[in-house]
Every structure is written in C-alpha cells, then in structure tokens.
C-alpha cells in the first residue's frame, strides 16, 4: 500500500512537469499514460489498503495508523489529481485556453519546479530518505497570482479575464490541496 501510494506521488509529480507544449502529440500520449497509471494507483492502494485489516504481526498497529493516514491523504491526492487535469489545456495553449507569455512562465515554474518538487519531497519522506532543499513552493504560487492579477489589472478582453481568473482560482485548489499534503506527510 504505501510503495504503491509513493509511486503515485511519483507519478503525479511527472504529471505535474508534463506536458511540455512544443511536443503535443507526444505529451499528450505521455499524459494520457501517466494519468491511467495513476488512477490505477488510486484504485491499487484503496484494495491494498482493505487488506491491511487482515494482516497480523508485531507492526499491526503501525500499518493500520499508516493505513489510516493513506486514506485520509488519498481524496485530497486525487483532487489535485483531477484539477492538474483540467490545468493541460492551459500548459498545451490548446485554442481557448492560451495565457499570456508571463503567466505561462509562471504557470511552468509553478508546476514543473513547485508543485512536482513537493510531490517529489512527499515521497522522499514517506521512503524515509533526507530532504533535499525545501523549494519555495508558497512563494511560486504567489509569483504565480501576481502575474495573472497584473494581466486582469490590464484590462484585456472580458473573456482573457474570466479565463485567468479561472485559471488563477484551480491554481490556488493545487497550492492549497498541497500545502496541506506536504505539511502532513
């Protein structure tokens, strides 16, 4: 339960550095794979955990707390999950969903170096390994934010402003859902 719960924070933090915009057809068969992998990680480590329960031994009351953690960690997994997701288009600039140049590069250092360093440091922690360096996750995200409100500030098109501000408001689901994780795991 737990390697297979560490091999999908894993893989959401590749998620998170995918994918990479100059290479769509690739990436999005790249994601299209990480994304069934994790969600067949998902589904591994709730039946795993079901059978923690039957496991007897001396380290019977760890497993069950770890077990209960896990469980406790894993909607909120999923959610940043499922709003990373939704966040592609915006990586991928498909038609309706371009940023402006700053708030792309805001947006990439934000996920590719914030958000998958975290996911990263979660599982060093879980297998127990030394912390390297604790990336400035909060102040990305407030790197982030101002970039987008300095766009809406500019006035564009009513239509640039609904989609950075929804944009901004899924950005900050992810900082909160792994400000959260990172602070319990």
Not at 31 to 41: D, G, H, K
Not at 154 to 173: D, I, Y
């Amino acid at each position: 339960m737990t390697k297979t719960f560490i091999s999908n924070l894993r893989c959401l933090a590749q998620l998170a550095r995918q994918p990479f915009p100059e290479e769509k057809r690739l990436a999005v068969e790249h994601s299209f794979s990480l994304r069934e992998t994790i969600n067949a990680n998902f589904d591994n480590v709730r039946s795993l955990a079901d059978g923690v329960l039957f496991e007897f031994g001396s380290p019977r009351q760890q497993d069950l707390a770890l077990r209960s953690q896990i469980r406790q960690w894993q909607p909120r997994l999923r959610t940043l999950f499922v709003t990373r997701i939704a966040l592609v288009k915006y990586r991928l600039r498909l038609p309706g969903f371009e940023l402006p140049e700053a708030v792309a590069k805001a947006q990439q250092e934000f996920f590719d170096d914030r958000l998958a360093g975290a996911l990263d440091r979660m599982a060093n922690r879980m297998e127990g390994k030394a912390l390297e360096g604790g990336d400035d996750f909060e102040n990305a995200f407030e790197r982030l934010e101002v970039e987008v409100r300095s766009c809406v500030s500019e006035g564009p098109q009513p239509s640039m402003r609904q989609k950075l501000q929804t944009f901004l408001a899924l950005s900050r689901n992810i900082d909160s859902l792994t400000t959260s994780l990172e602070e319990e795991i």
